[in-house]
């Protein structure tokens, strides 16, 4: 089956412009996750949708990023007025549950990624 | 706070030699901890999790309570087996996404 694929692969934009990145994740999985890679920072949580629930924003580093989940399936990363040090190669990741059941927490499968270029 | 450290930014080793990744963690409870692969091009993806005691491509990890540690060991390294290695635990409770340690470049040599 497909795996999680994110879209655009490349995205280079001008300070100050607004951006959308999108993540499709593995059908049937109830939780969705995005992280940052970036040079010096090196892999950073963002965000985790889980099901129904409310989003944990807790990792997202300004007012200026937003994400939503759209039917529980696709997701949308926004970022408002970009600077520059949010050049990074922004990563999402599905999973099945997303909690710990019997087996213990489950794997999480990453997207390719898309990175970003603010000029 | 909740925090993970590899301490080697770069490990080089040559072909047939052993190698160990060292991640240490400070976490409260009892974190599931994971190793999870980058090979060039290709996108992150799990190595192996503690809780399956499991070898995977010849790597194994050892969760030792005590030292708070989780290194990744194979015994003969492989060209094929280098790649960014990452350590991540998960809380046992709150949030369940993955943090990331700040991951070590393996490169074996032939």
């Known amino acids: 089956g497909a795996g999680v694929s994110q879209s655009p692969s490349n995205k280079v934009t001008e300070k100050g412009k607004d951006v959308e990145l999108r993540c499709d994740p593995i059908?049937?999985?109830?939780?969705l996750y995005w992280y940052r890679q970036s040079l010096g920072q090196g892999l950073e949580f963002l965000i985790y949708?889980?099901?129904?629930?409310?989003?944990?924003k807790s990792g997202l580093p300004s007012d200026r990023f937003s994400a939503e989940r759209t039917g529980g399936s696709v997701s949308t990363l926004t970022i408002q007025r970009t600077q520059q040090e949010d050049s990074a190669v922004y990563l999402c990741?599905?999973?099945?549950?997303?909690?710990?059941?019997?087996?213990?927490?489950?794997?999480?499968?990453f997207g390719p990624g898309t990175r970003l270029t603010v000029l | 706070a909740q925090r993970v450290t590899q301490p080697e930014k770069l490990l080089s080793v040559f072909k047939g030699a052993p190698v160990e990744l060292k991640c240490n963690y400070s976490?409260?409870?009892?974190?599931?901890l994971f190793w999870y692969v980058q090979y060039s091009r290709q996108r992150l993806q799990l190595l192996l999790r503690?809780?399956s005691r499991e070898s995977i491509k010849g790597f194994t990890a050892d969760l030792n309570k005590g030292e708070t540690s989780f290194h990744l060991k194979k015994p003969f390294a492989q060209e094929e087996d280098s790649a960014m290695y990452y350590c991540?635990?998960?809380?046992?409770?709150?949030?369940?996404?993955?943090?990331f340690g700040s991951g070590t470049r393996l490169q074996v040599q032939p």
């Open positions: 059908s049937g999985h109830t939780a």
């Open positions: 991540a635990p998960v809380p046992d409770t709150g949030r369940r996404a993955l943090t």
């Open positions: 990741a599905s999973s099945l549950y997303g909690g710990s059941g019997l087996a213990g927490t489950d794997t999480q499968y």
């Open positions: 949708f889980q099901g129904n629930s409310a989003p944990d």
């Open positions: 503690h809780i």
């Open positions: 976490y409260s409870g009892s974190p599931e």
